[in-house]
């Protein structure tokens, strides 16, 4: 048996993952590079916007090209294979996720109330149009990062090598991990986002495409940071409302937001649960 390749000469699962992140590791490295040459570490604005701005730009180049070059010179598969494209259904694939993120939202707002004591003051004229425009388009940006790093080329994959479980378990554990050096993480901030990422990779696997993912994602991350004005896993940014909420932080969250709480348990796995459920095929 040859542990490079399979029965029909494809380059094995474990080594095409392998390729990907090395190839996403040394573009990603490259840039940091590239980039500390011309801003010095030291100096570099510590604003939300900038930090946003660093991640969308800095994650999406070796995201794209590592997908790009695995999925055209390694599968010799269109990107629509890999559920990247634009198939009839996406609009409507889109729209639910964002729908289904609004009824978690309409959870969130209710777990809060009866859980804590909740404030929301309206903040949205503390922060210019263009700032708040801008601040929309990273978030969009970020969320179709992690989508293709996540439930992309990397998960996909795997699935075929390990298994769909093993495969989900294994991305949404590195998910969760990536967000660790956040602000006020903590063990269950980081328990939650590997549900979330559970959530999210039943939501590719129901459907094949990212589209219903990235609804998901992006109706949750624009909704609980940039329009409630919670705590965006950790990190405080631009909002059209701020949400206060005061009471356990166990239940909700702390510093970190409502992802750190255990109300963020229970509306992440119920999420995975109707996700599951509701696009059975």
């Known amino acids: 048996m040859n542990i490079f390749v399979d029965a029909n000469h494809q ?87 964002v729908a289904i993120a609004g009824v978690m939202l309409a959870l969130l707002l209710a777990g809060c109330g009866l859980f804590g004591n909740l404030k929301m ?52 554990v590195i998910f969760g991990a990536m967000h660790l050096a956040n602000p006020s993480a903590s063990a269950l901030s980081t328990a939650n986002t590997i549900i979330a990422g559970v959530m999210l990779s039943i939501a590719y696997i129901q459907t094949r495409w990212l589209w219903l993912p990235y609804g998901i994602h992006i109706g949750w991350n624009a909704g609980h940071g940039w329009v409630l004005g919670f705590p965006l896993s950790g990190l405080d940014i631009s909002s059209l409302w701020t949400t206060n909420v005061t009471g356990n932080d166990l239940m909700l969250g702390g510093s970190y937001g409502p992802e750190a709480g255990l109300l963020g348990t229970l509306l992440f796995t119920g999420a995975a649960v109707m996700v599951k459920r509701g696009f059975s095929k």
């Open 11 to 97: 380059l094995r699962s474990g080594w095409k993952f392998a390729t990907f992140l090395a190839i996403f590791l040394f573009i990603l490295f490259a840039l940091a590079q590239l980039i500390s040459s011309f801003i010095d570490p030291q100096n570099m604005p510590s604003d939300e916007l900038t930090l946003l701005a660093l991640n969308a730009g800095v994650i999406l180049i070796p995201t794209a090209i590592a997908f790009f070059i695995m999925a055209r010179f390694v599968d010799h598969k269109p990107l629509r294979a890999f559920g990247v494209g634009f198939p009839e259904r996406w609009k409507r694939e889109f729209v639910l996720g």
């Open 121 to 172: 003051t309206w903040t949205g004229e503390l922060s210019s149009a263009g700032r708040m425009t801008l601040t929309l388009v990273l978030l969009m940006i970020a969320a179709a990062n992690e989508e293709l790093l996540f439930r992309g080329y990397p998960l996909q994959v795997l699935m075929h090598g390990i298994g769909v479980w093993p495969a989900t378990v294994l991305m949404s």
